[in-house]
């Protein structure tokens, strides 16, 4: 089956700066890919290349085999999904619609067919004669999806399609856009920022920070298995420690301040400064007098609650803060602010992680991705 | 520190009716109230502008030979005295003189224009920045400037040229393309790459996208450019006096000067009017134009606004 997508060794420079570093990832025909990272990670730039808009300033993207790395837009048996939609303001739905398949020169009959399957396929027919203009966002976003498989693309790009709608059409059209996908069965490459756009529809997401992957896998995986500081920092909540790893093979003997932890995920086999994390929800608080290994004492110092849960923030006796979440199970949380308590950090739940020294973007500098 | 008293108002109640002078200040200077002052300033400034004109126009309908005093209305000076718009030579030779440089201007300047604009727009590199912005020296130079230096280039270097209508229309031209260049460079700018990309990605080749796409998009900045093109050369006196070669090659505003430091009769009056209905009609028309086929972006919120916030000079 058609649809597979290579990018080989892939570089984009825009003068001195590489928004694109070198990526290698092999999508397989009718997969839901997704490339997730903050803005200016790269991430744009690389379906722009798959779609045509930019050349790569070196490396090569295969579509089934084939390097397409030169030919122009028009000519790839690529379709997108712009952010903003980009449907064309002086075409009605049906034209908007029709255009591609105008330029194909598909006759009259077929045309119109096609153009009544392609929006019965997004739920939007009877709205033929309506202008982009007339329509609201979530509507103007079917007609785009519209357009672009009308042509029986091979591929499927897709650019933060849903970015510019409320959070609650969000969800309800990333369900669509999942069962679309498997009705269609068409490679989808999708760009978000929005990891949990990414966790809920994608068959494997690649994690991207400075042009380059940090990850790729499944969403659990991804999520649940992060393999870099930036990967398990940019999804989800990550309580980080810097530790010393100093032996072990298959469990990991790390020195965090003076105390000794044992971790049985990730890179176990690492030596030296190490990063270690672990999820808010897998650390154990327990009274300050017990004992045990894998324990860190502790004070409270402060209570979130989040309704299903509480956030428990808590210093360690190693000068760090970490979260804590404790399930809300109806009775009283026996922790109040200033109690002092014992950390229990599972082996099991410690990870030991690489750092590739990619860093999440400040708040305050938030980079602009080149368009 | 935690009271129940209840807070005292903010601002303290006046005592009593307060002067004269604080209630002409509060009401002078009121944030909240009517902007008097601002209507009081606009239309003393219209009145000013229009009156004049409006009584020039009312005596080109003036039953006797004057021009100051009013003696009944009549048409006479448009089409049944022997030196009204229609019987003197000398006007309707103008008067198609005129039309026929401003609809020649229109032809030629819109789509060289548009042009233009499409390649500045799209160029990126070394120069484009400059020519850029020498695009705009037409719309800044002193039209005397421009007459006389064209004037130079027909005489003394392009001397194939003649003096006369050819010579006006390149004059025209000249000048009005900078206008056409510098509004369709702003919808150009506003309406991005997008729509571009969106066509190619649909299987259309960049002539296609041009001609499917680009061009209806950019057809409200046209109809603008070409109601300016068309308005400015129809009023147009300098260029066209120094590029004229006297006789059939006299414009309507040229007709009016010469007629006004002559004997001026009401049908110079006639004359004016029938200029300024045209000037307003083009301009009508370029900006309902310009409504219409931006009917639908104005629903979603964008046009000409964005269009001019978009001009980038």
Known sequence: MAGEVSLVDLVKRFGEIAAVDGINVDMPSGEFFSMLGPSGCGKTTTLRMIAGFEQPTEGRIL????????????????????????????????????????????GKQELRQRVGEALELVQLNGFEKRKPGQMSGGQQQRVALARALVLKPAVLLLDEPLGALDA???????????????????????????????????????????????????????????????????????????????????????????????????????????????????????????????????????????????????????????????????????????????????????????????????????????? | MTTTTPAPPRTAAPQGRPSAARRLRSWFANPWGRPRFLVLITWTYMVWAIVPVLIAVQYSFNGSRSRTIWAGFSTRWYISDPSSVINDPTLSSALQQSLKLAAADVIIATPIGVLLALGLARWRGRGSGSSNFIMLFPLVT????????????????????????????LG??????????VIVRGRLFSIGRQYEEAAADLGASPRVALVKVLLPLLTPAIVAGAAICFAISIDDFVISYWLS????????????????????????????????????????????????????ERAAGQGMVGDMAAFDI
């Not at chain 1, 209570?303 to 803060?321: C, D, E, F, H, K």
């Open chain 2, 245 to 296: 070669s006297g006789g059939n090659t006299t414009t309507v505003p040229m007709a009016i000067y010469a007629a006004t430091r002559a004997a001026p009769l009401p049908s110079t009056n006639a004359i004016a009017t029938i200029l300024s209905l045209i000037t307003l009609a083009s301009v009508v028309l370029g900006y309902a134009g310009y409504r219409i086929f931006t009917r639908g």
């Open chain 2, 142 to 169: 002193p039209e005397i400037v421009m007459g006389v230096s064209l004037l130079l280039v027909f005489t003394n270097l392009f001397t194939f040229i003649h003096t006369g209508t050819f010579a006006q229309i």
């Open chain 1, 63 to 106: 579509l089934d085999g084939t390097d397409m790395a030169y030919t122009p837009p028009h000519k790839r048996n690529v379709n997108t999904v712009f952010q903003n939609y980009a449907l064309f303001p002086h075409l009605n739905v049906h034209d908007n619609v029709a255009f591609g398949l105008r330029r194909q020169k598909v």
């Open chain 2, 172 to 181: 025209h031209v000249t000048f009005s393309i900078s206008y056409v260049v």
């Open chain 1, 168 to 371: 609650k059409l969000r969800k309800a059209l990333q369900i669509e856009l999942k069962a679309l996908q498997q009705q269609v069965g068409i490679t989808f490459v999708y760009v978000t920022h929005d990891q949990e756009e990414a966790l809920t529809m994608s068959d494997r997401i690649a994690v991207m920070a400075d042009g380059r992957v940090e990850q790729i896998g499944p969403p659990q995986e991804v999520y649940e298995a992060p393999e870099t500081v930036f990967v398990a920092d940019f999804l989800g909540v990550s309580n980080m420690m810097d530790a010393e790893a100093v032996g072990g093979a298959n469990i990991c003997r790390l020195m965090v301040g003076d105390f000794e932890l044992d971790a049985l995920k990730g890179k176990t086999d690492a030596r030296g400064p190490s990063k270690v994390t672990i999820r808010p929800e897998r650390v154990h608080l327990e009274d300050q007098d017990t004992n045990g290994p894998n324990r860190i004492p502790g004070m409270v110092e402060r209570l979130v609650y989040l309704g299903n849960s509480v956030q428990v923030i808590t210093r360690l006796a190693i000068g760090t803060t970490i979260q804590v979440l404790v399930q809300n199970a109806g009775g009283e949380i026996p922790w109040k602010q200033g109690t002092p308590v014992q950390a229990y950090l599972p082996p099991e739940a410690l990870r030991v992680l690489t750092d590739t020294g990619a860093a999440l973007p400040k708040l305050d500098e938030e980079a602009v991705e080149p368009v």
